[in-house]
């Protein structure tokens, strides 16, 4: 679920259209949101509806008719001694409001993309982060409308060609790059009803939503020339829509859990400027080939630790208790660093966790991500 | 002690007339200084932030050969090496329809400008625009809120590029993020780069492309990277070369005009002398009772000292406030030359900088003190007996003025010296123009006594006793009077100089002129500015022009612009034949006979003097340029005049060009019609040739030679004003003068009217003296007025400029000079003359 977090960046992008020395002032949420209203009034890109047909592989490729649109690749790895990475490789699109005219430049362009790259070093205790945008003129970002392909100037995303859920995922920047290979054994799952998200009923905004929960990586990690085989799992996320964040809504708390025995929890939880949480707030858990619906009463969620960053003075949430009564688990929920704060033009934290709990007071382990948006 | 200075207040106070011209005087002179101070630096910091705006963090630029650079370029670097911050830029010059000012259109690609330049866009309140359409809808823009603030709708205005209109909607503001820099963006749109593009016409063409290294070996690594994947006609070079040669350009413009602004001081610091020195004269009795009574010479020293420095001061509040005032004035003068001839800016406002207005008021109070050092010294010398003999003074002048000329003339060779010393800065070439004039000026009085005695021969027939005796007047009160007179010839020396030297400049370049347009039709597209690709005639359209009965040769010429390692250097390519090529290029150096076969056959150039000049090139020397193929050197085989360019162009025969650069453009044609055929006729049947393609200028030859000494006299403009004010300020030196010397005659003229002199012969006698004194000042002026322009033309314009020019004396600008000085001396005269109509006769007898 990264629904918020998207739209808001991709405004941003907007509103610090040209760089700064990237010393703007940070803009903070309301203005973002005012941002956000004002976005909508095109016309020109459709509304998200119920009862979709999806189509994959055509699905995994953009939808240009809708305003934004997100790749979300998460994923745990270890080498073989051990030594656990954790990454985040993001695409945003977002559609422009245009005329239709018909321009001149090449260099005009309907859609502009996003990437953030980071990867946290377990054992150094470091966070590397990067955050890119293009435009997609020139072939400098883009993607494919048939399959997944999406790049942008040198990180990028690619099919193999005779499987559609084999993938090559690969960037560099500055001494840090990974390379590769997901492969899906399960089919995408979709999320809320059929792949329906609803984010506001109050406000009726949705999006399409689902998800590759659980794809097996390998690959080698690089820092400084020096080469790490990984092997490890990736949770993918797509989503797309032409509407945005509502009005009463101040962040989000997103969790996507690896958890042994093959269990995979997505949950988030949208939380309200009252300091209620949404009760649009859903989520999924897949036990081998049964899906559970979850939603704000089946799950409940205790911060128990909190992180200021040193940064940004920002206070994060940095541990959980998470229950699910239903399914009799109870998990405990702890990020690998503490420091793993995105500080480009918007500011969030996301980073690799460690689960720890018992199913049926069975004890288990697991690896996770956690996103949270909208503190202060 | 408080007797002293209560009898300094009250001597003050009644002279507040005279006191009250001097003061004025002064403030002048120091109002020039700071004006010219003020709008220099104005314009100076002005286009200095302009410049900062638009190059911002950069520290290199790749630029294209002379098509531009493809903006497919950006790509291969981006993808094809390491570099990291690298931003593609297309700008341009377009015109405001409602203001009529220039402006810079930047298009910028906001996903590559991290750290580039410093300013970030806010959403345009007023605009109904989404912030975001300035990526996707075409013709949006951002400004400045200065420059919203200058139109009267702040949605949208409409631009003129590349001669058509276009409307543009402004849906962001320029929100500058170092304050500082604020001015720079005053003359400046931002647009995304598609945007551009389609206004400036430069589809599928980057002007440049900034690059940003953190330090020397990054640079290095980066540019060896570049150079590897792009052609070879693409350079890179520091970002900064720009800015340098504008620098240099513009520093030659303002010192000259600095030198100006203290030439007026000069004058101003005169009239202090005099000032100072008349009033010690008129309280020689007071001084001489104060030393009796025990006043020691350092009190009375102080004394003189303190009032100058009050008249200092006074004259300083006031000339900063006017120099305020006349900075404004300037301001659009100097910005207009600078734009007319250099690039495009605009200065909407004047700033005020406290550090000009405090070097101008301490410049005033030191030159006010350095005027006074000597009368104040002299008052010490006063002894209680000295005080009694009236003839005092003017003994004691006659006896130091051989010293006067004699530190003159060492002046005059000290500036000579300097002049002649194989050093070409323009600061040492003004300095030494300094001293020359300050020695010649120091002449005046030596000059005067010889010039009144030579008056005194020839005319001591002629005229009435009474006549004679107000021409031997004049002689009796030198001490006084040739202080005025130097100040005035100075004055009138420096207009005659700087009206020669624009004269000799004018008819040089009309000569030029004359010489080069030897066609009798010029065709070109309608100018644009640099930085901006010049835009080519329609070769179907060349055809047709040639194929006119009408016509009967066509010169092509290319006008371009190569991208070197010491900065942009003006390309003139040329397509005609040997005859209208000797005839029409006036070689300097080269030899004639020779040279013409080897231009149009080897890799040969030809260099304009300014080129010359600057980059110290002489007839043999290779220059490397660009080619397609990389570096290649061509000889210069001649250097030739050209006024065109101050920064200097380099021509070359057209076959060469082609075969090196690979580009056939024609930016304009000259045409050579049927001696019999009506221009206006080929004009219009041209001009209905051209209807279908981009628009051109067609243009006869007369007009074209109208249009350039239009421009020539517009850059003037500035200099006749500070010539203007120099005059004004020597009259008031006069006139402070004349009424100095009427109170100092009262007595003498009370005794003359109570013998029978008539107020009408007295007026007379009064308007007579005045006009001496002009005649004398304007006689003397003319000499220097001479070497001051030769001096210009020789050493300043030739160092500042590159460009000789031959000295043209004027008979009409020297008349001009006489004339001015007689007028301002006998204007001058009119305040006294009536003032001492008014004064009764006994009152002033009385004073005995």
């Known amino acids: 679920m990264k629904i918020i977090s998207t739209l808001t960046i991709l405004l941003l992008i907007m509103i610090l259209v040209v760089g700064c020395k990237s010393k703007a002032e940070p803009l903070t949420i309301p203005n973002a949101i005012s941002l956000l209203q004002n976005s909508s009034s095109s016309d020109q890109f459709y509304s998200v509806t119920p009862n979709k047909q999806f189509d994959f592989p055509r699905d995994h490729g953009n939808h240009v008719n809708y305003s934004t649109e997100w790749w979300y690749f998460t994923g745990n790895l270890k080498t073989e001694e051990n030594r656990h990475f954790g990454y985040q490789l993001t695409f945003f699109r977002r559609g422009l409001p245009n005329n239709n005219e018909k321009r001149e430049s090449k260099w005009a362009t309907e859609n502009i993309y996003m990437g953030h790259f980071t990867l946290t070093d377990t054992t150094n205790n470091t966070f590397h982060q990067f955050e890119k945008f293009n435009r997609n003129s020139f072939n400098m970002a883009g993607s494919s409308d048939k399959h997944l392909d999406v790049w942008i100037d040198k990180w990028f995303v690619t099919t193999d060609s005779n499987n559609p859920l084999m993938l090559n995922v690969s960037a560099k920047e500055s001494g840090i790059s990974i390379n590769f290979q997901l492969e899906s054994d399960r089919d995408p799952v979709l999320q809320g009803d059929n792949g329906y998200s609803v984010k506001s009923r109050k406000e009726n905004s949705a999006s399409y939503y689902y998800s590759l929960p659980r794809m097996d990586t390998t690959g080698i990690i690089s820092i400084s020339d020096k080469n790490y085989k990984v092997k490890g799992t990736t949770w993918l996320d797509r989503e797309w829509t032409s509407k945005g964040l509502a009005r009463n809504q101040e962040g989000w708390d997103w969790f996507g859990l690896h958890i042994d025995k093959k269990i995979d929890i997505m949950f988030y939880q949208l939380r309200l400027e009252s300091g209620d949480i949404d009760s649009s707030s859903s989520g999924i858990m897949i036990n081998d080939d049964n899906h559970i619906q979850l939603n ?23 541990k959980w208790n998470i229950s699910i009564p239903s399914e009799g688990l109870e998990l405990t929920i702890k990020p690998y660093i503490s420091n793993q704060e995105l500080t480009g033009i918007f500011k969030y934290w996301e980073g690799a966790v460690k689960i720890k709990g018992t199913i049926n007071e069975t004890p288990i382990t697991g690896s996770g991500y956690v996103e949270l948006t909208g503190y202060q | 002690m408080l007797l002293v200075w209560k009898s300094s207040i009250r001597y003050l106070f009644r002279n507040r007339t005279y006191l009250l011209f001097s003061i004025i005087g002064i403030a002048m002179g120091v109002s020039v200084v700071v004006a010219i101070d003020l709008a220099s630096k104005t314009a100076g910091n002005t286009f200095k932030f302009a410049t900062e705006a638009v190059v911002g963090e950069a520290t290199h630029k790749i630029i294209g050969g002379p098509n531009g650079l493809p903006d497919k370029i950006f790509k291969d670097i981006k993808f094809g090496t390491d570099v990291k911050d690298i931003a593609p830029i297309v700008e341009g010059i377009v015109t405001i329809s409602e203001t009529n000012k220039k402006v810079t259109l930047l298009g910028i690609d906001p996903f590559s400008e991290y750290g580039f330049r410093n300013f970030n866009i806010i959403n345009s309140i007023e605009s109904q625009n989404n912030f975001d359409s300035l990526l996707s809808v075409p013709n949006t823009v951002a400004v400045s809120q200065a420059f919203l603030e200058t139109l009267s709708d702040d949605t949208s205005f409409q631009l003129i590029s590349d ?63 570049i150079e590897m994947i792009v052609p070879s006609s693409v350079s890179i070079i520091p970002s900064g070369t720009r800015q340098k040669t504008v620098n240099e350009i513009t520093k030659a413009f303002n010192l000259n005009l600095t030198a100006l602004s203290l030439l007026a001081l000069l004058v101003g610091i005169f009239l202090i002398y005099n000032t100072m020195t008349f009033s010690i004269i008129r309280r020689r009795n007071i001084i001489g009772i104060l030393r009796a009574i025990g006043v020691t010479q350092k009190n009375i020293f102080l004394i003189f000292i303190s009032e100058a420095i009050f008249l200092g001061i006074i004259s300083v509040v006031l000339g900063v406030f006017l120099g305020i005032l006349l900075a404004q004035t300037l301001l659009e003068l100097i910005t207009r030359t600078i734009n007319d001839v250099f690039f495009a800016a605009n200065v909407y406002q004047l700033q005020i900088d406290l550090f000009v207005l405090i070097k101008g008021s301490l410049l005033g109070i030191i030159a006010s003190l350095i005027a006074a050092v000597i009368p104040s010294y002299e008052a010490t010398r ?181 991208q070197t390692t010491e900065g942009t250097t003006q390309l003139a390519v040329v397509d005609s034949n040997i005859q209208i090529l000797s005839e029409s290029i006036n070689l300097k150096k080269g030899n004639n006979s020779t040279v013409w076969k080897s231009f149009f056959t080897t890799n040969a150039i030809f260099v304009s003097e300014p080129y010359a000049y600057k980059n110290d090139i002489k007839i043999g020397d290779n220059i490397q340029l660009p080619t397609i193929s990389g570096l290649k050197p061509f000889e210069v085989i001649g250097i030739y005049y050209d006024y065109s360019s101050s920064r200097g162009v380099i021509l070359i025969n057209r076959t060469i060009y082609n075969n090196n650069w690979n580009d056939i453009r024609v930016t304009s044609l000259a045409l050579h019609t ?33 249009r350039s000494m239009d421009i020539f006299d517009r850059t003037f403009d500035v200099t006749s004003v500070l010539r203007l004010i120099t005059i004004v300020v020597a009259s008031i030196g006069i006139l402070s003068s004349l009424i100095a010397f009427q109170i100092e005659k009262e007595k003498e003229s009370a005794i003359l009217r109570a013998l029978g002199v008539t107020t009408n012969q007295f007026q007379l006698l009064t308007f007579f003296q005045t006009s001496i004194i002009g005649l004398i000042s304007g006689l003397v002026a003319i000499p220097i007025g001479i070497i001051i322009s030769w001096v210009l033309i020789h050493f300043i314009n030739q160092r500042s400029f590159g460009w000789s020019m031959e000295l043209d004396i004027s008979f009409w600008i020297i008349i001009q000079g006489l004339l001015i000085s007689i007028l301002a001396s006998m204007c001058a005269g009119i305040y006294p003359t009536f003032k001492n109509k008014s004064e009764s006769i006994s009152k002033a007898l009385k004073q005995e």
């Open chain 1, 296 to 318: 704000n009463n089946s799950v409940q969620i205790t911060v128990t630790e909190h992180w200021k960053s040193s940064q940004t003075d920002i206070k994060y949430p940095s």
């Open chain 2, 163 to 225: 001669d058509s209109i276009q409307n543009v909607q402004i849906v962001g503001i320029i929100n500058p993020t170092n304050s500082i820099n604020q001015i720079g963006f005053e003359s400046l749109i931002i647009t995304d780069i598609s945007t551009a593009q389609e206004i400036l016409n430069s589809i599928d063409i980057l002007t440049r492309i900034d690059l940003k290294f953190q330090d020397e070996i990054s640079s290095k690594k980066g540019i060896s990277q």
């Open chain 2, 382 to 562: 006063i002894t209680p007996i000295s005080a009694m003999i009236q003839s005092n003074r003017e003994t004691s002048f006659r006896k130091i003025l051989p010293l006067v000329s004699i530190v003159g003339l060492i002046f005059f060779i000290a500036g000579c010296i300097l002049l002649l010393l194989p050093l070409s800065g323009i600061e040492i070439s003004l300095l030494s123009l300094g001293c020359v004039t300050f020695g010649l000026t120091l002449q005046v009085p030596a000059c005067t006594i010889f010039l009144l005695k030579a008056f005194n021969y020839f005319f001591k027939n002629i005229f009435s006793t009474l006549t004679f005796a107000a021409v031997r007047n004049i002689g009796a009160s030198l001490s006084r009077i040739s202080i005025s007179i130097a100040a005035l010839s100075l004055a009138v020396a420096v207009t005659i100089g700087i009206g020669l030297m624009i004269g000799s400049f004018r008819s040089t370049v009309e000569d030029w002129l004359n010489y080069s347009l030897v066609a009798d039709i010029y065709i070109s597209p309608p100018s644009v500015d640099s930085g901006q690709l010049q835009k080519s005639i329609n070769t179907t359209l060349i055809q047709q022009i040639t194929n006119l009965d009408e016509v009967n040769y066509v010169t092509k010429l290319l006008a371009t612009e190569l």
């Open chain 2, 674 to 706: 049927e001696t019999a055929s009506n221009s206006k006729s080929t004009i219009a049947k041209i001009e209905k040739l051209s209807k279908p393609y981009h628009p051109i200028e067609i243009q006869s030859v007369k007009e074209i030679k109208e």
